[in-house]
């Protein structure tokens, strides 16, 4: 089995810290990573709870990417990266019906552009 091209694996590795990152932002400081998104909350709220939630998903998403990639599994690694659209699609949803059209044009955009790049992952 060959090596993964440099770019590639960077990609991944990209794709991993975004997860592990945004996930455990969402879990210690949700009105930072609302805030981030466009949708400032207030601190101890339902909302902030509903955030941490958010935390855990991409963070359990990080950790699958992160053993994939361990794993040299890359084509696991971007099959998991192209459903993240889906996330993006939901998430700009949310902030284009509770913040506006601007707040979500970079969810929808980067819903766009994932299954691009995933697919380039994999090839």
């Known amino acids: 089995m060959s090596s993964p091209a440099p770019f590639k694996l960077l990609a991944n590795y990209s794709v ?6 945004t996930g455990l932002l ?5 009105k930072t990573m609302a805030a981030l998104f466009g949708m400032p909350i ?3 709220t339902f909302a902030s ?4 939630c958010m935390g855990g998903r991409n963070l359990t998403f990080g950790i699958i990417s992160a053993i994939f990639v361990q794993r040299r599994d890359l084509r696991a690694a971007a099959t998991m990266a192209t459903l993240l659209a889906v996330d993006g699609c939901v998430d700009g949803w949310v902030t284009w019906r509770y913040a ?9 955009g980067a819903a766009a552009v994932i299954p691009f790049v995933a697919a380039w992952m994999m090839s």
């Open 49 to 52: 709870g509903f955030v941490q």
């Open 42 to 44: 207030q601190d101890n």
């Open 16 to 21: 991993t810290g975004f997860l592990l990152s």
């Open 26 to 30: 969402g879990l210690l400081s949700p």
């Open 100 to 108: 506006g059209i601007w707040a979500a044009v970079p969810h929808f």
